[in-house]
C-alpha cells in the first residue's frame, strides 16, 4: 500500500489489455452472473413473501426430498460452506419449520409440519421463476440445457481437486501467455 505523499509513479492502464477474458465466451463469466441474480432476486423475494432467504429454502428443499439428513450432507450437496448451512438450520428450527432428532454422531434434520406447509407454498413459486428464468427456450432445449448443466455440475469434484493441487506460477502446460488465444480469450481470475 502507498503512503500518503509517496511521489513515485504508478502508471494506470487506461484501456483493455491484450491478454483477457472475453466474458461472452467465458462460461464461467456467465454462470456466475446467473446464478447471482437467480440467488439474489430469489432471495428478496422469498424474504418479502415467506420470511426465508434463498440458502433457508434450499435447506427446505433438500430435506424435503431427503429427510433425516445431516447438514453437512446438506453443505456437500449444494456446494455451500457447513457454517451457511448451519445458520439456516438454526433459522428454520427457532421458526419451527426444521426439528433435530439427535442419534449417536448424528443430528439428523426434518421438516416439521409447519416446514411441510411452507415448503408447498414455496413450490409453485420456485417453478414460476424457473419458468421465467427459461423463457424463450422450448421443451428440447431446457431438456438439452439441464443436460449439459448435469455434465458440467458431474466436473465440479475435479475442478475442486484442482483447487487444491499445488502448482507453480510458471508451469508450462498452464502458462496462459503461451496459449492460442483465438477462440478463448483467458486472464489468471475467474468471474
Excluded at 423463457?135 to 458440467?152: I, M, N
Aim: aromatic share 4%; glycine share 6%.
Amino acid at each position: 500500500m502507498r503512503e500518503p505523499g509517496d511521489d513515485r509513479r504508478v502508471r494506470l492502464r487506461r484501456r483493455p489489455i491484450p491478454q483477457r477474458i472475453d466474458r461472452e465466451q467465458y462460461a464461467p463469466y456467465h454462470l456466475a452472473v446467473i446464478a447471482n441474480v437467480v440467488s439474489s432476486s430469489t432471495s428478496q423475494v422469498y424474504l418479502r413473501e415467506f420470511g426465508i432467504g434463498v440458502n433457508d429454502w434450499r435447506v427446505l428443499s433438500h430435506l424435503a426430498l431427503e429427510p433425516g439428513c445431516t447438514a453437512q450432507t446438506v453443505s456437500n450437496e449444494l456446494g455451500v460452506d457447513k457454517s451457511v448451512v448451519s445458520r439456516s438450520v438454526r433459522t428454520l428450527v427457532d421458526r419451527g419449520l426444521v426439528g433435530v432428532e439427535t442419534t449417536p454422531g448424528f443430528r439428523r434434520l426434518y421438516l416439521t409440519d409447519a416446514g411441510v406447509d411452507l415448503h408447498k407454498r414455496v413450490v409453485p413459486v420456485a417453478l414460476q421463476r424457473e419458468r421465467l428464468l427459461l423463457a424463450g427456450l422450448d421443451d428440447a432445449e431446457v431438456a438439452q440445457l439441464l443436460e449439459l448443466l448435469r455434465r458440467v455440475h458431474a466436473n465440479l469434484p475435479a475442478l475442486a481437486a484442482g483447487d487444491r493441487t499445488p502448482r507453480t506460477h510458471r508451469d508450462s502446460t498452464h502458462d496462459h501467455s503461451t496459449h492460442d488465444h483465438s477462440t478463448h480469450d483467458h486472464s489468471t481470475h475467474d468471474h
